[in-house]
């Protein structure tokens, strides 16, 4: 079969079957509007980007580290000032010292709160690893948790629909809560993405009834997937990590905060000392990156986003389901995949493996990983370690065989990865 330029590579590099490339093709008919949308939304972001490195006068000489204390480090001062005015608030601490975005959403967390205060999530459980932060769970005993500093907490469940409740929200603001958290993401449940909107709504039902109480946002993956943040849309403060999104596959490591001069201030004193807060912290050797990252983010979580697009789409034309669906809206750029065996499961997730530009030549195995009840199942071709903004595949190995996947440096390596898995199944009679 004679293929236009953009499928032979699949063919003659990958021996992708012509079978497959037809679903693939006809997957890409489908999509193309809803490609049409996300470019619409990448190029505003860019122009974003672009004009926020203006206004700051990003030049050369902010690209090299500072050693030591790190006083007057020019170029960590003016990547702060590059993400406050990208997400549209007063201030920002970005630091390589913020080794997760659990980190980052901790730091703010115990930065704000004191003795005595209650944090409500308003969008159900969140964040599997907050939960020892937060010392819900019972490993988190004595291990300096929130709880332990004397901070409660509580949480309003979503509605069935995944959507919030604003009645549940409204009552629960005579406790007067110090801080109200949501989770932008979806995570590993199944619900829909929170959008800007939604969120603003939560902002204002809350800030109606006491407009003193914080309203934070975990922004993970949620980032350049809409012309507005949920900073813009009253959110006093957001965090996130900048092995995601905003890092655009560039910064090593790394995570951020945004939000009023004061939550920031108090949040560097947590992160430093207080006293010190964002004055130290030298940038070491490459603060580039994190410039460089920034400035490909809308770009490359647009490429993301058209990958996880077609895989829904072509795995709907193989019957399989998916959550979103291909045309359903998106905040956030995780995937989910409903196989019918563990069989299926496992070769699809080894074939992303496979389809890796990275580690190419590993084949990953389910195995009992701390902390759950059941094997899992990784892949994840990386140049950074753990970057879910490249592409990446966690599944626990047990019914209903759930698979998710995000991410995705390039469109096209998505499309190939997928493409090997399906490959892989297809030989394996699973298909
Ligand atoms: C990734 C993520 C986090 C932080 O995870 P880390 O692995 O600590 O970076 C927090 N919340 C959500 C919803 C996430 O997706």
Redesign the pocket.
Known sequence: MDYINSMKGYQKFYQIPDSILEKAASAENKVKDVFKKIDEIKEYNQIKVIDAFRHNRIGEIHFHGSTGYGYNDRGRDALEMLYARVFSTEDALVRQGI???????AIVLFGCLRPGDLLLSVTGK??D??EEVIGIRKSAENAGSLKDFGISYEQIELKKDGAPDYNAIRDAMSRKPKMVFI?????YTRRPALSVSEIGKIVNTVKEVNKDSIVFV?N??GEFTDILEPTEAGADVMA??L??NPGGGLAPSG?YIVGTSRIVEMAAARYNVPGLGKETGCTLGDPRLLFQGLYMAPHVVAESLKGMVFTAAILEGYGFETYPKYSDERN?I?QSMYFHSKEQLIAFCQGIQAGSAVDSFATPYPWAMPGYDSEVIMAAGAFVQ?S?LELSMDAPVKEPYTGYIQGGLTYENVKLAIMVSLKKMQDENLL
């Open positions: 080794t997760t975005g659990t980190h980052a959403i969140p964040y690893n907050l989770q932008r993401s979806k995570g975990d993970c993956y996130g990590s092995i995601k995570g956030d995780i753990g879910s």
